[in-house]
Antibody
Framework: QVQLQQWGAGLLKPSETLSLTCAVS????????WSWIRQPPGKGLEWIGE???????NYNPPLKSRVTMSIDTSKNHFSLRLSFVTAADTAVYYC?????????????WGQGTLVTVSS | QSALTQPASVSGSPGQSITISCTGT?????????VSWYQQHPGKAPKVMIY???KRPSGVSNRFSGSKSGNTASLTISGLQAEDEADYYC???????????FGGGTKLTVL
């Protein structure tokens, strides 16, 4: 059974770069999209972007200029970098897996990482 | 402001049925049968309850069903149970420019 385990810095200062990694265990990278989704405290879900095994990415347009996703199939993990963070980027960040035939269906989720941006 | 519009809250008594709507546009919900619904309990990651408008993942109760008409998708929960109390989010594909959009979420209260 596929599991996603994520980690990264939980406290950042404004203008710093957020960096999170999600490790995949129990499954293959092939045939899936690997996404990052965030949820500000008390608010709804926001899709950040996705990457596939080949490194092809799709990003949410409002975040596109600050987002970089990468994948390392040899280490079975994928990563998110979000530059120039502000307080508005404070959120729980989730990694998730969707299938290529249904890109909005996130069957598997990481445990979530709270990232707080504060000076 | 979320791309998809959901009611902020709905409520129902145990055993009753409720429906949560998710209104988008002809660029997302109206154009693709790629609408999913997620249940989220406090402090937990979301869980997919319905995908591709009407499909139910293995292990999800058949009390949950989905539908779509025009630019509006709906999630219906029949035979409400206390454990159904949670936040529910819809999600839709929105084409090759915007890709994935979520609704603002609906808080379901079981009275």
């Amino acid at each position: 059974q596929v599991q996603l385990q994520q980690w990264g810095a939980g406290l950042l200062k404004p203008s710093e770069t957020l960096s999170l990694t999600c490790a995949v265990s129990g499954g293959s990278f092939s045939g899936y999209y690997w996404s990052w989704i965030r949820q500000p405290p008390g608010k709804g879900l926001e899709w950040i972007g996705e990457i596939n095994q080949s490194g092809n990415t799709n990003y949410n347009p409002p975040l596109k200029s600050r987002v970089t996703m990468s994948i390392d199939t040899s280490k079975n993990h994928f990563s998110l970098r979000l530059s120039f963070v502000t307080a508005a980027d404070t959120a729980v960040y989730y990694c998730a897996r969707s299938i290529m035939s249904s890109v909005t269906t996130f069957f598997v989720w990481g445990q979530g990482t709270l990232v707080t941006v504060s000076s | 402001q979320s791309a998809l519009t959901q009611p902020a809250s709905v409520s129902g008594s145990p055993g009753q049925s409720i429906t949560i709507s998710c209104t988008g546009t002809s660029s997302d919900v109206g154009s693709y049968d790629l609408v999913s619904w997620y249940q989220q309990h406090p402090g937990k990651a979301p869980k997919v309850m319905i995908y591709d408008v009407i499909k139910r993942p293995s292990g999800v109760s058949n009390r949950f069903s989905g539908s779509k008409s025009g630019n509006t998708a709906s999630l219906t929960i029949s035979g409400l149970q206390a454990e159904d109390e949670a936040d529910y989010y819809c999600c839709s594909y929105a084409g090759s420019s915007t890709y994935v959009v979520f609704g603002g979420g609906t808080k379901l209260t079981v009275l």
